[in-house]
């Protein structure tokens, strides 16, 4: 018997590709918000895959479907998920 999907927020690392799965409780840190150009709602992801480091707007994240051997992965390629886990 295959394992249920469970939705996880995921943002995309700019240097590899891999979209990175934000976990809940262990999410970003959030940023030291004097730098002029963070808001409140800037993070800071760190991709599992290529070890770069990168801010991420809230808005820039997506909701996938995801099994979850991708989610104790932390990172996917979005050729891994089949066409239902993308809606």
Known sequence: ??????????????????WVVIQVGTEE??????DKHRTPTTSRMLCPKCAQAFDVEDKDTRVF????????????YPSELSEDQKN
């Open 29 to 34: 840190r959030k940023i030291d918000h004097k």
């Open 1 to 18: 018997m295959k394992a249920p999907c469970q939705s996880a927020r995921c943002v995309p690392c700019p240097k590899c590709g891999v």
């Open 65 to 76: 479907r995801v099994e979850p051997h991708i989610f104790e992965r932390m990172c996917f």
